[in-house]
């Protein structure tokens, strides 16, 4: 069965410093997603991306956060300036149609990103 | 604001009973989805089970299926003949079809003993 996946499963860097977090949906899917859970808490909406554009986002996705879809394979979640905050497991979705009409989403294993 | 609420943070069955996962949510949507997800220990959010709400028909999958009442707003999960394999923890969702958004309830820990 076709999956998400996600690179690096574990990423840790410095408070203020870049990180670029992987994905790679499955491929005849056309919604992307990203969501986050930090330890101990829900797990919570940042972003959807269709048709190489924000569909809509939350409040955390503030201006640290972007999303790029470089090529016809990878979504990418990019945090310019980490903060200890960041620290988090960060999941990317897809489905075939838009998860408003209730699609089902996939989600990847998770990348835990550690800011120290 | 939506809300979805589960009460129990972590519940223990014996393989091979059968365990329900209480789920309540809060909204005042007349037509939205609900979903079962689970998270093993290798971290993968997976879909167990899906409802629309305008089915008055509860949604089975296998072994799983849901106790859907929508005027009491609450959609638990059951799972028959529970095994070693369903030992992971389960998130009731939300979504209302004019968002992109799930929303996620804090989730249940579930460890099926041998």
């Known amino acids: 069965e076709p999956e998400v996946t996600q690179t690096p499963s574990h990423q840790v860097t410095q408070m203020g410093q870049e990180v670029i977090l992987r994905c790679v949906p499955i491929?005849?899917?056309?919604?992307f997603y990203w969501y986050r859970q930090i330890l101990g808490q829900k797990v919570e909406f940042l972003v959807s991306?269709?048709?190489?554009?924000?569909?809509?986002k939350s409040e955390i996705f503030d201006d640290q956060f972007s999303v790029e879809r470089p090529d016809g394979s990878n979504f990418t979640l990019k945090i310019r300036s980490t903060k200890l905050e960041d620290s988090a497991m960060y999941f990317c979705?897809?489905?075939?149609?838009?998860?408003?009409?209730?699609?089902?989403?996939?989600f990847g294993n998770g990348t835990r990103l550690t800011v120290t | 604001a939506q809300t979805v609420t589960q009460s129990q943070p972590e519940m223990s069955v014996q393989e091979a009973e059968t365990v329900t996962l209480s789920c309540t949510y809060d909204?005042?949507?007349?037509?939205?989805?609900l979903f079962w997800y689970k998270q093993p220990p290798s971290r993968q959010m997976i879909l167990v089970i899906r409802?629309?709400?305008?089915?008055?028909q509860n949604a089975t999958e296998n072994r799983f299926s849901v106790n859907f009442q929508k005027a009491a707003k609450s959609f638990s999960l059951k799972i028959s003949d529970s095994q070693l394999g369903d030992t992971a923890m389960y998130f009731c969702?939300?979504?209302?079809?004019?968002?992109?958004?799930?929303?996620f309830g804090k989730g249940t820990r579930l460890h099926i003993l041998p």
């Open positions: 969702a939300f979504m209302k079809p004019r968002d992109d958004k799930i929303i």
């Open positions: 909204t005042s949507e007349n037509n939205y989805y």
């Open positions: 979705a897809s489905s075939e149609a838009m998860g408003r009409w209730g699609s089902p989403l996939h």
């Open positions: 409802q629309e709400a305008y089915k008055q």
């Open positions: 991306f269709y048709n190489n554009e924000i569909s809509e």
């Open positions: 491929s005849n899917h056309l919604y």
